[in-house]
């Protein structure tokens, strides 16, 4: 697995100006979907032919000083526990404060390394001397940066990378297939992950948010190799005052973006609520491929054909997510258990698959054929072709004469075509549109 450099430090320092320095653009995903509009916590960086993740833990925002402590506690964890360095944000303005030497005494504690910086050093020329007060936090030599002007970046990503592992341990990481296991509190993800594993790894309790950590677990079996990230469960949002809540849809909006494929757990009992849908949609927006497993099985009364309605049922309240398989199971008695790792690979493969151009053209010809394109004004949309440009989630390129007549409808029912041809079950679909002499719309 890539190293992942996670991002701390007290409210505006400047994490999320450096966050978006390194990952060269503002990262933030507005999507029609009915899950969440979300700033990214992550994103892939690439310094001297290492590529990394960076996430930067800064999302939430203390309302009061008096929680300003609280909250750096709870960033400094999250990194503690998931990253391979850490990098203390601090400023040069305020000064070493409580929260900063707090928070030092606990990363020092972890025994992480930890890349030490003081933002805002933003003129040029001798250095100010105000940095020397920071070698008090124990943490080493202070690295002088500006998040506005990108001086010290570069000292920074050599001091992370001085601690990343050599690179042939990342190789043995990246075959595994990284699965996480998400849901609302109390669905069963932690019973579901002791059944894979086959061990008693993660609290189980019917408390809902018992599991506040995202665990990951290595499995090697005769289906191949995996890494499951089991997950603090995810509330609605109305029941996340409880600041520990909030990181933990940190933490699982974190998992989502490390996995290959997303196992979304409904309880069979309640059907689709309206928060399995937000947390369906997290795994839509970040493009992973997805199965629907639907727990308790065992606790439902059967009679005809009671699991092709709740199929069909699953189906419409996620309609969004209409290309994922559904499977019925028990994590409690392991009813079609086995039947995940068969999923698992179904869908990792389909999200990873490559269509040639003269394939896809030769469906889109024949999807035209079938149902011209719309047209608006005596003015008629002309697609002159269509490529793929990545992967894992499929990613189609069309180039046409004018990008406003491309009216959404037309859009679905092209990957409808696509689909129909070449399966892609398990996996959404991103398309692109692009006009003649436009960059990417």
């Known amino acids: 697995m890539r190293p992942l450099v996670a991002i701390v430090g007290r409210p505006n320092v400047g994490k999320s100006l450096l966050f978006n320095r390194l990952a060269g653009k503002r990262l933030s995903i507005v999507e029609d979907t009915p899950g969440v509009t979300r700033d990214r916590l992550y994103a892939e960086c690439e310094w001297n032919g290492r590529k990394f993740d960076i996430v930067d833990t800064g999302g939430i925002e203390p309302r009061s000083d008096s929680e300003i402590l609280l909250f750096m506690r709870e960033q400094a964890q999250i990194a503690i526990d998931a990253a391979t360095v850490i990098v203390l944000v601090t400023e040069i303005g305020t000064g070493v404060t409580a929260a900063d030497e707090e928070v030092a ?24 001397a105000d940095i020397y007060e920071f070698y008090k936090l124990g943490l080493g030599d202070p690295i002088a940066l500006s998040a506005v002007h990108g001086h ?22 990246d075959d595994r297939i990284k699965v996480a296991v998400i849901g609302k509190p109390n669905v069963g993800k932690s019973s579901l992950i002791n059944l894979i594993l086959g061990e008693k790894r993660v609290i189980v309790s019917n408390v809902a948010g018992t599991t506040r950590d995202a665990v990951d677990s290595k499995l090697d079996n005769k289906h191949g190799k995996y890494l499951f990230i089991d997950t603090a469960g995810i509330r609605r949002r109305s029941k996340v005052d409880d600041r520990i809540e909030k990181f933990s849809v940190m933490r699982a909006q974190m998992a989502i973006e490390r996995a290959d494929v997303c196992l979304i757990m409904i309880d069979a009992r309640e059907g ?43 189906l419409r309240d996620l309609s969004f997510m209409s290309y994922a398989p559904v499977l019925f199971i028990s994590a409690l008695t392991g ?21 040639t151009t003269g394939m896809l053209n030769n469906v889109l010809a024949d999807a035209q054929a079938r149902m011209q394109p719309p047209s608006d004004k005596g003015r008629r949309l002309k697609i002159y072709y269509m490529t793929q ?53």
């Not at 010290?152 to 990481?173: K, N, R, S, Y």
């Not at 491309?406 to 398990?426: A, C, D």
């Open 272 to 314: 689709v609520t309206e928060q399995d849908t937000k947390i369906a949609g997290l795994a839509h927006e970040a493009g992973k491929a997805s199965v629907v497993l639907v727990n308790k099985w065992d606790l439902i009364e059967k009679e005809t054909n009671t699991m092709d309605h709740m199929r069909k049922d699953v």
């Open 389 to 441: 440009t990545g992967i894992k989630p499929p990613h189609f390129v069309t180039f046409v004469n004018d990008a406003e007549l491309f009216h959404f409808s037309y859009q679905r029912y092209l990957e409808n075509q696509i689909r129909g041809v070449f399966g892609l079950e398990g996996t959404p679909i991103r398309m692109s549109i692009r006009q003649k002499g436009d960059k990417e719309n």
């Open 152 to 173: 010290g970046t570069g000292d920074m990503l050599d001091a992370c990378v001085a601690h990343f592992p050599p690179p042939d341990e990342e190789d043995e990481e």
């Open 335 to 355: 009813q079609r258990a086995d039947r995940i790792f068969e999923l698992i690979n179904f869908v990792n493969d389909q999200s990873a698959m490559r269509i």
């Open 105 to 128: 005494a606990m990363l020092l504690r972890s025994g992480k390394p930890v890349v030490l910086t003081v933002n805002k050093m933003d003129s040029v020329g001798p250095v100010d």
